[in-house]
T-cell receptor, first 114, second 112 residues
């Protein structure tokens, strides 16, 4: 079946450095991808999204890159801050052309060292 | 304030009892979702609804039931048939099925 997976369960970075969190997806029919941030005991928060007709999208301090050839998604966080410490999930959606299910990966824990 | 509200935040249930988790949204979203999260794990889809009076099973629907009688509400019932119900339950909604989903703050269910 379809799956979304993350390469590394934990990423530790120094405050001020850039962070890169990776995600692999297996369903070539997926056309919409979302990154979420989840702090302990809370619901996931939307960070940024990208559709399959794009390969890059930028937000405030965050950039998402999509490589459809190798089915890979990444989230780049510039100048990582202690408040960025959380679990990050990527999610894929096959859109209205399919069932509209939003499927999540296992998550990467980002630890920011002061 | 517009948003998605889950209640209660913490819930304790005795084995063999059914329990219903509430999810309400005032965002006028068509689609709503229920996910289960176990410690250190990702989110697994239980049920989702694209429109009122319609819903579909997700990947782990066994032992759960839902209803979607109103656009704003998507309650989840955890039945006694669910073998391991202790988990963190998250409800979400989105304008359409292929737009970003917004999450509630979750309900932590513990079976005692």
């Amino acid at each position: 079946g379809e799956s979304v997976g993350l390469h590394l369960p934990t990423l530790s970075v120094q405050e001020g450095d850039n962070s890169i969190i990776n995600c692999a997806y297996s369903n070539s029919a997926s056309d919409y991808f979302i990154w979420y941030k989840q702090e302990s005991g809370k619901g996931p928060q939307f960070i940024i999204d990208i559709r399959s007709n794009m390969d890059k999208r930028q937000g405030q301090r965050v950039t998402v890159l999509l490589n459809k050839t190798v089915k890979h998604l990444s989230l780049q966080i510039a100048a990582t801050q202690p408040g960025d410490s959380a679990v990050y999930f990527c999610a894929e959606n096959m859109g209205s052309s399919n069932t509209g299910k939003l499927i999540f990966g296992q998550g990467t824990t980002l630890q920011v060292k002061p | 304030d517009g948003g998605i509200t889950q209640s209660p935040k913490y819930l304790f249930r005795k084995e063999g009892q059914n329990v219903t988790l509430s999810c309400e949204q005032n965002l006028n979203h068509d689609a709503m979702y229920w996910y289960r999260q176990d410690p250190g794990q990702g989110l697994r889809l239980i049920y989702y609804s694209q429109i009122v009076n319609d819903f579909q099973k997700g990947d782990i629907a066994e032992g759960y039931s839902v209803s979607r009688e109103k656009k704003e509400s998507f309650p989840l019932t955890v039945t006694s048939a669910q073998k391991n119900p202790t988990a963190f339950y998250l409800c979400a909604s989105s304008i359409y099925v292929d737009t970003e989903a917004f999450f509630g703050q979750g309900t932590r269910l513990t079976v005692v």
